[in-house]
């Protein structure tokens, strides 16, 4: 899927690993009660404390969630495609009102890019 996408719009994705108790999908993928889920709203609504940091301040993982030939194919990938530099995002997500918008700008650079590169 990622050699597709990058093929197909021009742009690389990084994956990083967030733990289950720091990721907000995870409140709705794993059943939680309604309960949990108004106690965990902020983390729905904002995603975890460190998003809002730099990039590298954010923190990492050990991998041990993957075999040890997983992990060293995830690790060769992320040290070949960051070396050390600090991306910047391509669209600023913040300067668009509703998800449905960002949506359809993020569409349209991504179709803008892939005709005119």
């Known amino acids: 899927m990622k050699e597709n996408f990058t093929k197909e719009f021009g742009v690389d994705i990084y994956y990083k690993y967030i733990p289950s ?7 709705l993928s794993r059943s939680v009660s309604l309960e949990k889920f108004k106690v965990k709203l902020d983390l729905w609504t904002y995603g975890p404390a460190w998003i809002v940091q730099e990039p590298e301040n954010w923190p990492t993982s050990t991998l041990s969630c993957l075999s040890p030939e997983n992990q060293r194919y995830v690790e060769n990938v992320f040290h070949s495609t960051i070396s050390g530099t600090i991306c ?10 509703s998800l449905d918008k960002l949506c359809h700008a993020t569409t349209f650079i991504f179709k803008f890019v892939n005709k005119y590169k």
Do not use: Q, Y
Not at 21 to 27: M, R, S
Not at 90 to 95: A, C, T, V, W
């Open 21 to 27: 108790a720091e990721n907000p999908v995870d409140l």
């Open 88 to 97: 910047k995002p391509l669209i600023p997500f913040d300067r668009f009102s």
